[in-house]
Each structure stands twice: as structure tokens, then as C-alpha cells.
């Protein structure tokens, strides 16, 4: 990252170094389809996140957001106890563990999501990346560049 006191000589490139799997949290905890929301629940507290991936051996399948578990209130009274997939978001958004910083950069802007999910070439997660991972790695217009695109669409996951 480019020291903010230190200008860039003309024509140097300002992209962060480094690839995804140098900021991803390796080997999230997940979730199966008929695991139950109270799961989740209780996965978004213990490791203080808010996105829990849904895997069928080992390769996801979907995605719970708290935001899907708020969402849900209004509509199921008995949430905790329903299967995952039941709430579940399924369009899913990845990257490889080896894009660039830059490329994960590019991914968010242009799905507008706030976490991504890294899967291998075998279709496999090895990890998650959300946008607080990278925007310490990132000069700060860029920063502004994409939390502008993020901010201004619905959320997705």
C-alpha cells in the first residue's frame, strides 16, 4: 500500500499487491441446507461476522446473511428452528484464492457485495473475504471509489 505522505511518481501503478488468499479468513465456518437458522444465529455471535456459507461437500451452495435472518423475522415465527435454505441466498459471488488484490477490488464494485466467497479450481471454499479485509490494503480512492458503488445499490449478501 502507498504510503499516504509519499506521492506516486507519474505512470507507477497505485494497484495493491498481494492475492486474495493473503487476506481471506481461511476455513470459515458453515452451515449445511438443513442446518438450522439458530446455527447461523450462533456462528454470526461466536466468531463475529455476518455471513455464514452454505456447503454441499464442500463447495457452497449459498450464503445466510444476518441480514437475511433480520429480514426473515417478519415473515416465519418459528425462524431459529427452519432449515437454512429456507432463507438462504443462492446467487453467489467468488473469487479464486489467487486474483489479485486488485481483481477482488474490481468483484466488489461490480457485484456490489460487501463479502465474497474464495473457492479453489475444484469448486471447493477455502475461505471468505469481506470488504474490511481489503480496504486496509487499498490507497483511499479507491476505497471511496467502490464503498460509493457498494452503498448506492441493494445489498446482496
Known amino acids: 500500500m502507498t504510503d499516504p505522505g509519499i506521492s506516486t511518481p507519474a505512470g507507477a501503478s497505485t494497484a495493491p499487491a498481494g492475492v486474495a488468499a493473503d487476506v481471506m479468513l481461511a476455513s470459515p465456518r458453515?452451515?449445511?441446507r438443513f442446518s438450522r437458522v439458530i446455527e447461523a444465529v450462533l456462528i454470526f455471535k461466536d466468531e463475529d461476522c455476518g455471513l455464514?456459507?452454505?456447503v454441499e461437500e464442500g463447495r457452497p451452495i449459498g450464503v445466510v446473511t444476518d441480514r437475511d435472518v433480520a429480514l426473515a423475522l417478519a415473515t416465519y415465527e418459528d425462524l431459529v428452528n427452519r432449515p437454512i435454505e429456507t432463507i438462504m441466498t443462492t446467487s453467489l459471488v467468488?473469487?479464486?484464492?489467487?486474483?489479485?488484490?486488485?481483481?477482488?477490488?474490481?468483484?466488489f464494485a461490480r457485484e456490489t457485495v460487501r463479502r465474497l466467497l474464495v473457492v479453489d479450481a475444484g469448486g471447493l471454499l477455502v475461505?471468505?473475504?469481506s470488504w474490511k479485509d481489503v480496504s486496509g490494503q487499498i490507497?483511499?480512492?479507491e476505497v471511496g471509489r467502490v464503498v460509493t458503488q457498494v452503498v448506492e445499490s441493494p445489498p446482496r449478501a
Open 52 to 54: 455464514v456459507p452454505v
Open 139 to 141: 490507497p483511499a480512492r
Open 94 to 107: 467468488t473469487v479464486a484464492p489467487t486474483a489479485t488484490l486488485a481483481e477482488v477490488v474490481d468483484t
Open 127 to 129: 475461505g471468505v473475504i
Open 30 to 32: 458453515t452451515c449445511s
